[in-house]
């Protein structure tokens, strides 16, 4: 698969400008993935902060270029700050990506998802099949916080789920799908090992919400931001030893890559 | 020392288990290991998870194969959760293995640790020396989450504490000591940088969670985990310049080790 | 800029100490950074401990040689913690060194660190241009938790800013700048690098601590642990590929770094 060429032009024009701007992007995100996450987002060339106090977030997101809101590791307390920077984030305008983790695995991932979907304006989710699966109702296979359902199960059904919720979703499995219910992109890069590192799945939602930071439409901004992240992940794995050594040099990749690179080495297409 | 030969197979065993099977391991842990446990489970081929939140764990721990509890960053909401997740695995028959981490230093810790031990049914708990020296009511030499203690002068009351607890315990250090208060087994696996890193206790009591799930005995779980993960420290050092490297070739080598390489250095011996 | 001798022979005195007596460093701190501040810790010889639980930090803090308090990721109920066991360690002559991370980006941050100045005996407080600048009630540019003044300018106010705390301050940057009001010292250490992986702030906070732990001028203690700090950076530079590698190779360095190392490439002068 190759790249449309108007695609991956915006793929690296996106790289460009958050290496010039550094949008920061507000987190409030899971224990397990914060460290991760903020060093994806700086090596990205972005400017991460975690906050999640529930009287400081309304503050905080007002700075921000985008609000990324991940379940991973929730309780009450945090669902409350969640829709919290969420509401403000909506009359702002600043765009929330989602990253429902575990939805359909317990209750109260699921209700905490779909309550973010309801109570405010989300630009687009991000999350596995099952996860995905699970926000319209339908029976995911979820198995903890792995995704036992297959991207392709999960795409038939997502182009009305986007419709449904009014929200565009993002796929990600071998060949990442995003859609808004009438446009479809498909982005194959990626490699195996990214499965094998914790957080890499999070840490795509966080470089999505530094994409839309510099690209308005979500759908575009989620394609490039995977492209990117996925082409990160090749250049990784290249002379990898394991998960640890690929950990680290996906990092540097993060860093190192240049929009020439992207330009020639994005697998993004449209349909 | 040589392992027994049936150890050694067995541990073999496991592991090959773990990587065809993909057990669930639920994790209430601290934040400071978080993110490493979760790749330290990764790497082995187990799928972790990690969740905490009161309404939440008895739902997440009925999918699990076994439930890791780890006191390293408590508070009174989280020793509820702890109790609570713990109670459900008891009536499911899901094994629990606790991490008693810093008891003795404080009273909060110790008396969490005695908590869940006499709320829950818990299969294992592996701690360093004056962390289960602690859990009997001695008087243990803890430097705040670091030992005072020998795993010699440990493994001297380790038995009767066994046998009184009526838990399994596994006291790691230069050479392990694992006993049901009859049975006693030692492992010979290791490295002294496993002490630089932080998180590889912790690790270890994961690894010994996710080897229970595919093996019903607690005590050659925990000594053939114990087994497999020494062994990966050992390869991890072996040209690595410092503890950073060695935590990354430490995940690379617990991905890579295979069955056969088990089979032959692990230093797994009874009595 | 060459070290002052005295000033370099105190750094790799302190550090000769602190792998002879291995410092216990009690840390409050934030979520994302709290692995890479014990690792960290380990690497340079010290013994972390984190602890939060409002009904642990007193007993924990009373065997810490250094209290690390770190608003990067707080709530309320942290800073109910933080005071606490601030309250304790002013009482027990324990040093505290204060991390405002964001102070000036919002309210609660802003509050917290002056409450923490206010209730507490701190020692020194270290941050970034903005962060320390947004203590004194000054305009601070903060964008998020990255620092959008330069040292220079804060330089300029922060020894009328130090006499009027009643603190002494360490602002970290291309060139760092300690003061206590009166006397001045400059660390000239460091890599661009750095400023690439989270945590390397909040890590710089607790070697402060973990030299705080056996030098009892907070002044030197800060100087000589930013030109040990630093110097590992500038080793771990040297043939990164990335802030992946380099965050590896920088625990490696703080590890290896001898005191002859520091005695000939510690950058510290007065004035």
Chains 1, 2, 3 share one sequence.
Not at 37 to 60: F, K, Q
Not at 69 to 75: E, F, H, P, R
Not at 81 to 91: D, H, L, P, W, Y
Not at 160 to 183: M, Q, S
């Amino acid at each position: 698969m190759k790249s449309e060429s108007n695609l991956a032009a915006q793929a690296a024009e996106n790289l460009k400008k958050i290496r010039e701007t550094k949008p920061l992007v507000h987190n409030v995100t899971n224990f397990v993935v914060m460290n991760f996450t903020a060093n994806v987002l700086l090596a990205a060339g972005a400017s991460p902060v975690m906050a999640h106090a529930e009287n400081e977030v309304e503050e905080m997101v007002s700075f921000a270029k985008a609000l990324v809101l991940n379940i991973g590791t929730l309780d009450d307390a945090w669902i409350a700050s969640m829709v919290k920077a969420g509401k403000q984030a909506t009359a702002l305008g600043v765009p929330i990506i989602l990253d429902p983790v575990g939805a359909g695995a317990t209750k109260l991932r699921t209700e905490a998802a779909k309550r973010i979907l309801a109570e405010t304006r989300v630009a687009l989710v991000r999350g596995n099949a099952s996860e995905i699966l699970a926000l319209g109702g339908g029976a995911a296979k979820t198995k903890g916080v792995d995704a036992a359902d297959s991207v392709d199960a999960a795409a038939e059904r997502a182009t009305g789920l986007a419709r449904e919720l009014g929200v565009p979703v993002a796929i990600t499995g071998p060949v990442d799908f995003i859609t808004d219910g009438r446009r479809v992109l498909r982005v194959a890069n990626g490699h195996p090992l990214m499965g094998c590192v914790t957080g890499t799945g999070c840490g795509a939602t966080a470089i999505i919400g530094a994409f839309a930071g510099v690209d308005s439409d979500p759908v575009s901004a989620a394609a490039t931001a995977l492209a990117y992240y996925g082409l990160a992940g090749e250049y990784a794995a290249d002379g990898a030893a394991g998960p640890g050594s690929f950990m680290i040099r996906f990092l540097d990749a993060l860093h190192a890559l240049t929009s020439e690179e992207i330009l020639h080495g994005a697998k993004i297409r449209e349909g």
